[in-house]
């Protein structure tokens, strides 16, 4: 009887059962320990691009104010949360430009002269997870007359959705006026707007996280952007204490 030869088998060593999970518990551990991490980074580059925008939102507001010889007023939007359905906090959550104009309304002895407002570009709202808290020791260049807020109405409109697009927005705001001071927006009388110089100590306002709820002094996570206003040149700065 002929045998016919074959081709010898080279024995492959493979994985162990202890070898995998070794490698997945060793994979797991690194995971944990830099999930938290690359978490903080990416809010800081959020934190970071968002306040970066906001600082070229003031440059850019007041540039125009310069160049067209108008009042450029920048309004900051505030309604609670659509994530945090169960929460009534109002914070700060878009923003956006507006040249303020004169007009006559009416004719002969009827006729009366009021302000109207023009907007510039398209609402800019802040990226997800960071907001501009409005609690007045963080961001006193947003508190109006006694801290009130104004009503987010469209010109001729009895309410509704304002300029911000949500349903009874609040907002306050801050006026770049050519001769490059910037004030602020504290009352609305007789169709002006009545407006008042801060003191520079006074004239910032402060980016943070989203938690949900009121962001005070007390806490405050250590990674913040601030950005301060000089209210007599209208020159922008922002300090970041880091994370």
């Known amino acids: 009887m002929t045998h016919f030869p074959y081709p010898e088998r080279q024995a492959r060593r493979a994985f162990s059962l202890i ?25 800081a580059t959020r934190l970071s ?47 956006q430009m507006f040249k ?7 004719t002969g002895v009827s006729a009366q002269t009021q302000e109207s407002v023009v907007p510039v570009g398209t609402l800019s709202k802040l990226s997800d997870g ?21 009503d987010d109405v469209k010109s001729n409109s009895s309410g509704g959705v304002g ?9 306050n705001a801050i006026r770049f006026m050519p001769d490059g001071s910037c004030r602020k927006v504290s009352a609305q009388q007789s169709g002006f707007s009545q407006l008042d110089y801060g003191t520079l100590p006074t004239s910032f306002l402060t980016l943070t996280y989203n938690s949900g709820q009121e962001v005070t002094t007390g806490n405050l996570p250590k990674n913040f952007y601030t950005i301060q206003v000089d209210p007599y040149t209208g020159k922008a700065r922002n300090y970041r204490p880091g994370f």
């Open 163 to 171: 300029y911000s697009g949500v349903t009874n927005a609040k907002y």
């Open 49 to 95: 691009s968002t306040g970066d925008s906001l600082m070229g939102a003031f440059t850019e507001a007041k540039q125009l104010s310069y160049a067209q010889n108008v009042p450029v007023e920048l309004r900051f939007f505030k309604y609670p949360d659509q994530d945090f359905p169960t929460s009534a906090v109002q914070l700060y959550r878009s923003y």
């Open 100 to 106: 303020i104009v004169t007009l006559t309304v009416g």
């Open 130 to 150: 960071i907001i501009i808290a409005a609690d007045q020791a963080l961001s006193p260049l947003l508190n109006g007359q006694n801290g009130q807020s104004l």
């Open 19 to 43: 070898e995998m999970l070794v490698v997945i518990a060793i994979i797991a551990m690194i995971m944990a320990t830099a999930t938290p991490a690359l978490m903080r980074t990416m809010q």
